[in-house]
Nanobody, 120 residues
Framework: QVQLVESGGGLVQAGGSLRLSCEASGGTSSNYAMGWFRQAPGKERALVASISSSGGRTNYTNSVKGRFTISRDNAKNTVYLQLNSLKPEDTAVYYC?????????????WGQGTQVTVSS
């Protein structure tokens, strides 16, 4: 399975922006759909955004639509999540995941996570 490493998290004030990166190795990222999940303290891990292997389809959870943008650069084996207009409720550990287009996320590969903290 592909190995994933996230970066780009940090502490930001409400209204600020961050860009998360997820670099894949040990495989060709263009073979995988990619997703960003997040998990806040005391809450379950939830899908934030996903992008198909070709990059032609994207999906977002309602709470981030219009603020977050997922993209990918298959030449760099990297997927990005641009986070704009951040809110304190966006505070969480953000995880990158990879799976086959028609597979389950639970059967895919996961990164170790990167912390995003938004102060009010």
């Amino acid at each position: 399975q592909v190995q994933l490493v996230e970066s780009g998290g940090g502490l930001v004030q409400a209204g600020g922006s961050l860009r998360l990166s997820c670099e894949a190795s040990g495989g060709t990222s263009s073979n995988y759909a990619m997703g960003w999940f997040r998990q806040a303290p005391g809450k379950e891990r939830a899908l934030v955004a996903s992008i198909s292997s070709s990059g032609g389809r994207t999906n977002y959870t309602n709470s981030v639509k219009g603020r977050f943008t997922i993209s990918r650069d298959n030449a760099k084996n990297t997927v990005y999540l641009q986070l704009n207009s951040l809110k304190p409720e966006d505070t969480a550990v953000y995880y990158c995941a990879a799976k086959g287009d028609w597979s389950s996320w639970s059967d895919g590969s996961w990164g170790q996570g990167t912390q995003v903290t938004v102060s009010s």
